[in-house]
């Protein structure tokens, strides 16, 4: 449970790294640091059509994707015929978004949101999704009342949150141990991976709740390759390597303990590309009819 507490520190640190800037202006900071659409496109692209097509998303519908990034599932639905609206509480990553959406021949809504106040009316919307994202804020049953308000009553709320026991906790864990910790309200994000306190968020609020566990591989050339990665795009990282860059030894044992990471989690073949498994949950609920 350590490993799980401990992932919550890099969402919840922006606020700490920037005298008197709030927490929201400094997270929103911390995840436009580097370049997240070509994180995204390396890492996680892959999973936004299975988010989709779990959700039934289809022509006509009206469709909300909070925390969207640069689009990974926005843009896919509105490929499939949706009218979609983006939010994210940082927007400096939109234009990356509409550059994409753009070659990829749709149009779509973007939206600077923040998941725990979501500025829709209630029942707005027929989909209401989130890819590796929601999770991130520090307060769940709020970020899982407003998802639930801004989507129709029969309408669908489908998620894609990391499992405490996954690849994922091990590498937030790692960043964790540099950054501070967060604040003693907040709720570590790989929770939405326990499939115990998804039901406890949505109880009384839904007609049907499916949880399955499934794993996608993020790739690269080498460890080195996936280490350069993350030092280079990911907000978060770059963010506590910001932190430590004034001490030589802990900005040494922080390089040093990524690249063992890196080495140790790669479960590709010797001489072939990198490979790293990560398990997810596919929430995919069932809003309450009138």
């Known amino acids: 449970m ?79 015929g949706a009218q979609v609206v983006a939010s994210d509480l940082t927007p400096e990553n939109f234009e990356a978004g509409r550059r994409e959406a753009r070659a990829r021949g749709v149009e779509l809504e973007w939206v600077e949101a923040d998941a725990e106040a979501l500025p829709f009316g209630d029942g707005e919307f027929d989909v209401v999704t989130s890819s590796f994202g929601a999770i991130f804020a520090p307060d769940h049953q709020a970020v899982a009342d407003e998802l639930l308000r801004v989507c129709r009553p029969g309408g669908t709320i489908g998620l894609l949150t990391f499992t405490p026991e996954g690849l994922a906790a091990d590498f937030f864990g790692l960043f964790a141990r540099y950054a501070p ?10 929770l939405w991976g326990s499939e115990e306190h998804v039901r406890e968020l949505f109880a009384g609020s839904v007609d049907s709740l499916d949880l399955t566990r499934h794993e996608y591989v993020e790739r690269a050339a080498s460890p080195e390759d996936y280490v350069k990665l993350f030092n280079e795009t990911f907000g978060p990282v770059i963010a506590v390597r910001a932190l430590v860059a004034a001490e030589p030894d802990r900005a040494a044992a922080l390089d040093r303990e990524f690249d063992e990471f890196a080495r140790r989690a790669n479960r590709g073949t010797p001489g072939a590309p990198a490979e790293y498994p990560y398990e997810y949950l596919l929430v995919v609920a069932r809003k309450r009819g009138e």
């Open 181 to 190: 910790p967060p604040a003693p309200e907040a709720l570590p994000p790989v």
């Open 2 to 80: 350590a490993e799980v507490a401990a992932f919550g520190r890099i969402a919840e640190m922006g606020g700490r790294m920037t005298t008197g800037v709030s927490d929201k202006a400094a997270e929103r900071s911390m995840w436009a640091l580097g370049d997240y659409h070509r994180f995204a496109t390396e890492t996680v692209w892959e999973v936004g059509p299975v988010l989709v097509a779990a959700c039934g998303i289809s022509p006509g519908q009206r469709v909300l994707d909070v925390a969207a990034g640069t689009g990974n599932v926005a843009i896919r639905a509105a490929e499939a």
